[in-house]
């Protein structure tokens, strides 16, 4: 057992709490049996310190390591991925700190804790989550100064401030390192990124999916257009395409890739840029009708027939790309026999009024047009726009359209193309999100998922597939001023923002979005092709490797050269001090009898090589040195506030401290005992 006061009870007690501190927003993730072992470890190296026990054995610890593996393999049926390797490292790190023994062993747990902090990025890249690891550092960093003191306790602010000026004459660094060092196109990491449910679109629509979404006020993606943004009714922005009756929902057909879409473009181009929140899906949204794939993607999306954008893997992380739309567009081409059995497809088993009516209208109405009319009037007429449906049952788009006459955007669209394939003419869900909001600081539009929505594609040989709306014929006020205007404010935090009449939360709710989208922009969302912006920004040109490493070099420099020269400034005026300045005085004079101070050696050390090798002078430089450390070091130092009659009786030994200095006369020491 370590026996020199570094293990003592305060620092064990700092270092449990830092390193609980840095496990907390992990403890939702892992099982409970592993919170309950690290809890356990945690009380144990506590209780050892608080009565002077010994660390447990070699042979239990190796038991205790073997059996947890094995229960966290059972757990997760693998011992690689993130969700394992970060457990696995939690629970190592406890039963590390139980089996402390020696310095190097709290030396090793500390930089695991600083390693286990990062991993919290693994989960969530926010601005709370930053702060928080900020947080995290700041205390380790707090506990290692804490046990570096040997025989005396740090006091709180004798841990807290200096940890505080490291971690701040580490950021120009920090700032340089980040900015240019090269970008990779992937994670530092290579751990396979285990699944993770987020709220978002789904590649099933079934009654009641999209409106249970429209509860959540999550940003899906922000948007900033190059110039005027759009009209609201203007604004779809596409998803999964369903084209395949399942049940009592809809889902995507398989359809191939294609590298480029071919439509003919009625409106002049709409240029922008989209900052997508992770979702852990495949697409990747774009205004209908997108031009071309963005440049930043080109080898990881592609274009499908049905005019989606797909990634070519799950967006985990923040995606952000430059787009092109047209508005304006007219598909091209024709639909071949089998795409137009798939789109005229559908469960002949369910919905039998709901089939038997759109075979009516079409014999009513043998111009597909005029049947679309027709369901215009329909809808507009008879059926309520609201997010609170009824239930339905099994059939469940014939007691939508005959029975309750009351749906959310997925009964309509599901309904209108249902009626449309019964009545021969191709049709399918598109699925996506329609209008968004404008903050009036960024001037970025924020799509959340409460503007989640689903219309339809229809088939007409002149037009190719035309985008129509059946919620426009329901609800226009949905269209045009979003899903507020329709229905009333969405959701608690909405209602109370409805209910400030001096816009204090709205503007509030803006400011915050604002900051957010800066920190997702120049922090999360930081790639090769901003960091290239940026260095062309101040007049680099053609910037490849050999131009990021001398840019990296300079940067490098210049910050060490800043902190360096902090540090230079501030030693100086260390050195100013009075009893500094004496003190070094006083070494120049036993230098030149030939006793000569280390660099690594402090006042105390100097002393006791001193009186082990010089005796004859060490009794007369005795007084001085334990004077210099009571005024530098001591309890009553000059840096330590005072009163009145304090700081008087400090001054008063002070000028005692430099006359003794100024009248000592270094004698050579008998002897030839080294220096």
């Known amino acids: 057992m370590l026996n020199n006061g570094i293990l003592t009870l305060a620092n064990i007690t700092w270092l449990l709490a830092a390193m609980s501190f840095v496990i907390a927003p992990h403890v939702t993730r892992l099982p409970i049996w592993v919170t309950a072992c690290c809890v356990v470890a945690g009380a144990w190296r506590f209780w050892i310190a608080r009565n002077g026990m010994r660390a447990p054995s070699w042979w239990l ?4 390591a073997v059996g947890i593996t094995a229960g966290i393999y059972v757990e997760y049926r693998r011992l690689f991925g993130r969700e394992v390797g970060v457990t696995l490292l939690i629970v190592m790190l406890c039963l590390k700190i139980l089996e402390m023994k020696m310095k190097r062993d709290v030396i090793i747990v500390i930089f695991l804790g600083f390693f286990l902090a990062l991993t919290n990025f693994l989960y969530s890249q926010t601005i709370f989550m930053g702060a928080y690891v900020f947080g995290c550092v700041w205390i380790f960093m707090a506990t290692l100064i804490g046990f570096q003191r040997i025989n005396t306790e740090a006091t709180l602010k004798e841990r807290l401030v200096p940890s505080g000026w490291l971690i701040l004459q580490a950021i120009p660094m920090m700032l340089v390192l980040f900015f240019l060092f090269p970008r990779l196109s992937g994670p530092l990491w290579s751990m396979p990124q285990d699944d993770q449910a987020r709220s978002g679109l789904s590649d099933r629509m079934s009654p009641g999916d999209i409106s249970k979404l429209s509860l959540s006020d999550a940003v899906a993606f922000r948007v900033e257009f190059e110039a005027a943004v759009p009209d609201s009714k203007d604004l779809y922005w596409r998803g999964p395409v369903l084209g395949q009756q399942s049940g009592r929902g809809w889902t995507p057909y398989a359809v191939e890739e294609r ?41 990881n999306a592609t274009f499908l027939a049905d005019f989606q954008m797909r990634s070519r893997g799950p967006v985990t992380q923040l995606q952000a ?40 209208l079409a014999i009513e109405n043998p111009d597909p047009k005029a049947l679309v009319e027709k369901l215009f009037t329909l809808y507009n007429s008879q059926f309520t726009y609201t997010l609170e449906p009824p239930l339905l049952g099994e059939n469940s788009m014939d007691e939508f359209l005959f029975d309750t006459k009351q749906g959310f955007c997925e009964h309509y669209a599901g309904s209108f193309v249902l009626i449309l394939r019964a009545a021969g003419i191709p049709a399918r869900v598109v699925t996506g999100y329609q209008g968004g909001d404008i903050n009036p ?70 400011s915050w979005d604002a900051v957010n989208s800066q920190w997702n922009q120049w922090v999360v969302g930081f790639n090769a092709d901003q960091q290239k912006s940026l260095l062309e920004n101040f007049g680099m040109r053609d910037v490849d490797w050999r131009t ?29 001090e009075p009893v500094v300045a004496a003190y070094n005085r006083l070494c120049i004079k036993l230098v030149k009898a030939g006793m000569t101070r280390a660099q690594h050696e402090g ?73």
């Open 61 to 64: 610890m190796s038991l205790l």
């Open 603 to 675: 006042p105390l050390d100097f002393f006791t090589r001193i009186e082990s090798c010089y005796p004859h002078v060490a009794a007369e430089v005795q007084p001085l040195f334990e004077n210099y450390i009571a005024l530098r070091y001591g309890a009553a130092s000059l840096a330590t506030p005072a009163n009145a009659e304090h700081r008087t009786l400090l001054r008063k030994k002070l000028r005692q401290f430099l006359s003794a200095v100024r009248r000592f006369k270094a004698r050579a020491p008998n002897g030839s005992a080294p220096s």
């Open 259 to 299: 590298s480029q879409l071919d439509f003919d473009k009625k409106s002049p181009p709409t240029k922008y840029r989209v900052t997508l929140q992770p979702h852990n899906k495949l697409w990747l949204f774009a205004l209908d009708l997108p031009a071309s794939l963005p440049p930043s993607l080109q080898n």
């Open 441 to 510: 600081i960024t001037r970025q539009l924020i799509v959340r998922q409460s503007d989640a929505h689903a219309w339809t594609e229809v088939w007409f040989d002149d037009l190719g597939w035309l985008r129509v709306d059946p919620t426009s014929f329901v609800s226009p006020l949905r269209i045009n001023r979003g899903l507020s205007a329709a229905v009333g404010p969405v959701g608690a935090f909405n209602t109370l923002m409805d209910a400030d009449k001096l816009g204090i939360l709205r503007q509030m709710r803006y």
């Open 548 to 576: 990021m490493g001398i840019a990296l070099i300079f940067g490098v420099m210049l910050a060490g050269g800043i902190v360096g020269t902090f540090l230079f400034l501030r030693a100086y005026q260390t050195r100013r």
């Open 321 to 360: 790309y430059e787009m092109t739309s047209y508005i304006g567009y007219r598909t091209r081409g024709e639909l071949s026999v089998n795409d137009r059995r798939a789109y005229l497809n559908y469960n002949n088993r369910l919905n039998p009024r709901t089939i038997a009516y759109g075979q009516k």
